[in-house]
């Protein structure tokens, strides 16, 4: 695929999926100490690159226009997780590695690991000199002491999104919307809004200074599930990921009530070269 213009470059977005576990667990004689320790105690840990390396399949293709290069990635980053009910909290980094692996057609998936409980993907296609976004997933475990309840959303993005314009210009906007499911949560939960172009802004990832395009990006959360994020974020010219900030509000029915989800994080990546499995 010939490498796309500069004007071209300017238009890489992504949707921040949405999955949130929600559960209801019944706590019979939990006045103790022991429990309320083990409740406040939070289990999530980083993932390591050895781990995330597990992903990989021994091969490393190369990067084109629109497709990173296979690997895994190193990003930083810090965040919390919470619900409202029941009260529980966890946190997310510092160390966050992503997996970059190439699929059929000009297509590959980032999936960045938050922590062992909390890991989220996106899929992307380089078609006709654009970039497209299919959809994604997100994963969540909850240690409930007398339960763990996990859960997986699924999202699609039909049609695909495109996410690279040649005519993209700073300032302007454009809709998106994607729907899906979880494991612990009937029903589809729709994600839609606007992205909007900011510019293109110098960013230093490690020791080299990248052209990264940035946007700013406000979704609402209908549905199944209601809330809204905020997101801002910053593309390589190839379509990775180099830093994302983000603020999640999601409030979703459940036999004792509305159970509130809030998330606040970001990551940034801290060094352009992958690492393959060992």
């Not at 309320?36 to 399949?57: G, H, I, K, M, N």
């Not at 690991?113 to 296609?125: F, G, M, P």
């Not at 997100?138 to 699924?154: A, L, Y």
């Not at 979703?252 to 990546?269: A, K, N, Q, V």
Request: net charge negative; hydrophobic share 35%.
């Amino acid at each position: 695929m010939n490498d796309p213009s500069e004007h071209q470059r300017r238009g890489v977005s992504r949707r921040v999926g949405v999955g949130i576990v929600v559960g209801v667990v019944l706590l019979v004689g939990a006045g103790i100490g022991v429990f309320a320790y083990l409740w406040q105690r939070d289990d999530a840990r980083p993932v390591s690159v050895r781990e995330a390396e597990q992903r990989l399949d021994g091969k490393a293709g190369g990067g084109g226009a629109f497709v990173p290069a296979e690997g895994v990635y190193e990003y930083t980053g810090s965040g919390s997780e919470a619900l409202s009910t029941p009260p529980k909290s966890q946190a997310e980094g510092p160390e966050m590695p992503a997996t970059v692996i190439h699929h059929a057609h000009g297509c590959w998936t980032f999936r960045i690991d938050y922590s062992t409980n909390h890991w989220q993907d996106w899929r992307y296609c380089a078609r006709g000199g654009r970039l497209v976004e299919e959809g994604g997933r997100t994963f969540q475990r909850w240690d409930f002491v007398v339960s763990t309840i996990e859960n997986t959303s699924t999202f699609v993005c039909e049609p695909p999104i495109v996410v690279l314009r040649s005519d993209m210009v700073p300032g302007e906007t454009w809709p998106q919307s994607c729907a899906g499911t979880n494991t612990n949560v009937g029903g589809t939960t729709v994600s839609s809004g606007e992205i909007r172009f900011v510019g293109v802004e110098p960013l230093d990832v490690g020791s080299t200074t990248v052209d990264a395009f940035h946007f700013v990006q406000p979704r609402t959360i209908s549905g199944a599930q209601h809330g809204e994020e905020n997101s801002e974020l910053w593309f390589a010219p190839n379509g990775l990921p180099l830093r994302n900030q983000r603020h999640i509000v999601i409030d979703s029915d459940s036999p004792i009530g509305t159970i509130t989800y809030t998330e606040d994080g970001s990551f940034t990546l801290t060094s352009l070269e992958p690492t393959t499995k060992r």
